[in-house]
Structure formats: structure tokens, C-alpha cells
């Protein structure tokens, strides 16, 4: 079984500060993890995926995430937030035994303060 | 990159009836087609996973007579929500796998809110 936990249901930041979004994950497999980003009545788009190549992934929009087996975590960061990261944030993760589906976290919604 | 386009975007329905939803791959085939429902300020709980050809797979708790997934081609899965009541109102989002792409990716549509009045 799988299953992801994201620490924060809101995170708020200030326009040029840090963003830390924070994922757990479970799996009994080596997993595939990811984040997704969610604007307002849209489908979800691919942020950036770990599918066990580096540890540190770099993925669009000036976001990476660091894949940490020790502590199985897969956080999201951004060194410096523009007003239009505001959105909701998910994180999800599938076993890379092939079964294929994504297990999604409870979200983050991420808000910037001018 | 792979679009999955979904139609209609927006649907009103009155309840007792019955309303269809397409996902399409525009650019590449897939094998694999995935529908999720997301309640409001809720993640995305999958509902089935829909295989080009055959039956699909629901997950526990869904009612595979009352929402009907066919994915008669490569590029197109469809979700029917039958005799629909006003606790089916939600988003539906479907997403598609490339497997000529690996490794493997969903591609996401942009979504159907669904309204049963």
C-alpha cells in the first residue's frame, strides 16, 4: 500500500520568500513520487517527478524537489515566489512495480502576500 | 507536450438523467485512461482505471453501473453518469498515459464540473 501526506493544508508566503511545501510518502516498493500544481477549475499540470535517477529534481517554473529516502520525504521549494504560484499543490506517488496509479496527497493551497 | 482535452468543460443536468463526459489524447495514444472525482477543497479520488479494449477497473466503493467508463479507442474514454443526483455534482478530471514515454507519466484534462440540479 501506498499513500502520501502533505503537512499544511494552507501555506502562506510572502512575494519573494522561500516556499516550502512539505510531502511524506509511504511505500513498500521504491516509488515514483510527484507534484502537481492546480489552478481554479483547471486539471492538474506536472510540476516535476522522481523516478529514482537524481535525488534532486529540478522542474518547472523555478521549482525542484529533493527525494529523501532517510527521511521519505519528497519536499517542494522554490527560492523565491511570484504572485502567480498561487494555487493548490499535490503531491502523489506510485509504485514503480508498474500497477500505475497515483495515490494523491490532501493538497496544499499556497497563497502569496504582496 | 501530450494534451488531453475534455468535453464538455462545464454540465448542467437535471436529476434522473443521464449526462457523458469525453477525454481525449490529441496528440498520442493511450493505452491507459484514468477518471478521478474531486470534491471542492478535496484531493482527487480515483474512480477507475479504463483500458483501450477491455472492461474497466473501478476502485472500491464505486458504483460501475451507475457511472459507465468506456474507452473504445486509443485517444477517447468516456465517462456516463447515469441517472444522476445532485450528490454526483462534483469536478471530474480524467488523465491519460503515454507509455511510449517513460517513465510513466498522466497527462491531465482540464476538467468537467458536473452540476445535477
Known amino acids: 500500500a501506498q499513500s502520501v501526506t502533505q503537512l499544511g493544508s494552507h501555506v502562506s508566503v510572502s512575494e519573494g520568500a522561500l516556499v516550502l511545501l512539505r510531502c511524506n510518502y509511504s511505500?513498500?516498493?521504491?516509488?515514483?513520487l510527484f507534484w502537481y500544481v492546480q489552478y481554479p477549475n483547471q486539471g492538474l499540470q506536472l510540476l516535476l517527478k522522481?523516478?529514482?535517477?537524481?535525488?534532486l529534481v529540478k522542474g518547472i517554473n523555478g521549482f525542484e524537489a529533493e527525494f529523501k529516502k532517510s527521511e521519505t520525504s519528497f519536499h517542494l521549494t522554490k527560492p523565491s515566489a511570484h504572485m502567480s504560484d498561487a494555487a493548490e499543490y499535490f503531491c502523489?506517488?506510485?509504485?514503480?512495480?508498474?500497477?500505475?496509479?497515483?495515490?494523491f496527497g490532501t493538497g496544499t493551497r499556497l497563497t502569496i502576500i504582496p | 507536450g501530450a494534451v488531453v482535452s475534455q468535453h464538455p468543460s462545464r454540465v448542467i443536468c437535471k436529476s434522473g438523467t443521464s449526462v457523458k463526459i469525453e477525454c481525449r489524447s490529441l496528440?498520442?495514444?493511450?493505452?491507459?485512461m484514468f477518471w478521478y472525482r474531486q470534491f471542492p477543497k478535496q484531493s482527487l479520488m480515483l474512480m477507475a482505471t479504463?483500458?483501450?479494449?477491455?472492461?474497466?477497473?473501478?476502485e472500491q466503493g464505486v458504483e460501475k453501473d451507475k457511472f459507465l467508463i468506456n474507452h473504445a479507442s486509443l485517444t477517447l474514454s468516456t465517462l456516463t453518469v447515469t441517472s444522476a443526483h445532485p450528490e454526483d455534482s462534483s469536478f471530474y478530471i480524467c488523465?491519460?498515459?503515454?507509455?511510449?514515454?517513460?517513465?510513466?507519466?498522466?497527462?491531465f484534462g482540464p476538467g468537467t464540473r458536473l452540476t445535477v440540479t
Open positions: 488523465s491519460a498515459r503515454d507509455r511510449s514515454v517513460g517513465p510513466y507519466e498522466q497527462y
Open positions: 511505500s513498500s516498493v521504491p516509488p515514483y
Open positions: 522522481y523516478t529514482s535517477a537524481a535525488t
Open positions: 502523489a506517488v506510485e509504485s514503480n512495480f508498474g500497477n500505475e496509479k497515483l495515490t
Open positions: 496528440d498520442f495514444q493511450a493505452t491507459t
Open positions: 479504463s483500458n483501450e479494449g477491455s472492461k474497466a477497473t473501478y
